[in-house]
């Protein structure tokens, strides 16, 4: 029963290591430099406490004195949890298949992220596991939501579902982007450095999804051909604060979820206001691949 495979580590793994620190191979990580995560350890049946290190000068963090972490952090820490949690905790997935990332919910509270002056910033996190789906050969999908601490307040949640993947019909080109692209300015988009900047302006003016960096090492790790979840997610927050004209500081939740897979370049982003602040969708050769949502804090 699938109860019983959450409730003990798998039979491949030595019961004195399910607790602890963690290695950046064991996450699926190609550097330790990207590791977020030092340890986690089992509180109940579903329920897991953590320690992540955010260092100040991360890639996507402001090169300031003093930093509020990018809430991608967040995100990718929350990604890391969930890959500690399957690799430690949850049996197999089916063979041939890996569960990725699928949909992404972030919800900040303003004013209680934790800012950073020194080297790093140290955050507990209690991460619940939900809605797993067993199927014929192990697990088809599950569920994880992070809860971020800072001075034993939360300050941050995020929720993402992992699946495998549908993937694109074979011999299936990739989306072209076209030519006479125009890349905004890494500050209109809320990025820090010109590499962060995921989208360009077509010249019919439409913003499609072309990445100024292919293998970015945060979004874009190994140069994929489809763009993961996280970048997804980063291109519907630049596009929104694009249309807006609002600062990054305004961004206090974020949402997507993919329909079916985005080819890494060419992808059109529409963006359309809301009373919570955006929403934004993604196309790709007339069809949507993914929808999104900004929500901005107003004055």
Avoid: K, Y
Avoid at 98 to 110: Q, T, Y
Avoid at 231 to 244: H, I, K, T
């Amino acid at each position: 029963m699938l109860g019983s495979a959450v409730d003990e580590p798998t039979s491949a793994q030595e019961p004195a290591a399910a607790d602890g620190p963690l290695s950046w191979r064991s996450l699926g990580l190609e550097a330790m430099a990207s590791m977020l995560v030092v340890w986690l350890r089992r509180r109940g049946n579903r329920s897991f406490e953590a320690q992540c290190q955010w260092p100040r000068m991360h890639p996507l963090n402001e090169r300031t004195p003093t930093v509020a972490h990018h809430p991608l952090i967040i995100v990718e820490s929350t990604r890391q949890l969930a890959a500690a949690v399957r690799h430690r905790h949850l049996p197999a997935t089916r063979r041939g298949t890996a569960c990725e990332a699928m949909s992404v919910s972030l919800g900040l509270r303003p004013g209680a992220q934790p800012a950073e002056s020194g080297s790093a910033t140290h955050v507990p996190v209690r991460v619940t596991l939900s809605d797993l789906v067993p199927g014929p050969g192990g697990l088809d999908a599950f569920r994880v939501t992070a809860e971020f601490l800072h001075a034993g307040q939360q300050f941050a949640t995020c929720t993402m579902t992992f699946a495998a993947p549908a993937r694109r019909p074979a011999g299936a080109p990739a989306a072209a982007p076209g030519a006479g692209l125009l890349h905004p300015a890494a500050a209109a988009v809320g990025a820090v450095a010109d590499s962060d900047v995921l989208l360009a302006r077509a010249p019919q003016g439409r913003l499609v999804i072309v990445p100024r960096d292919p293998a970015h090492p945060v979004l874009l790790p190994g140069r994929p051909s489809l763009l993961p979840a996280v970048a997804v997610l980063e291109a519907g927050r630049q596009a929104v604060l694009l249309s807006s004209g609002m600062t990054a500081g305004a961004v206090v939740g974020l949402q997507t979820a993919l329909r079916s897979p985005v080819p890494d370049q060419g992808a059109a982003v529409d963006v359309a206001a809301d009373h919570r602040g955006a929403r934004f969708v993604v196309t790709t050769e007339g069809c949507v691949a993914a929808t999104g949502a900004v929500s901005l804090l107003r004055s």
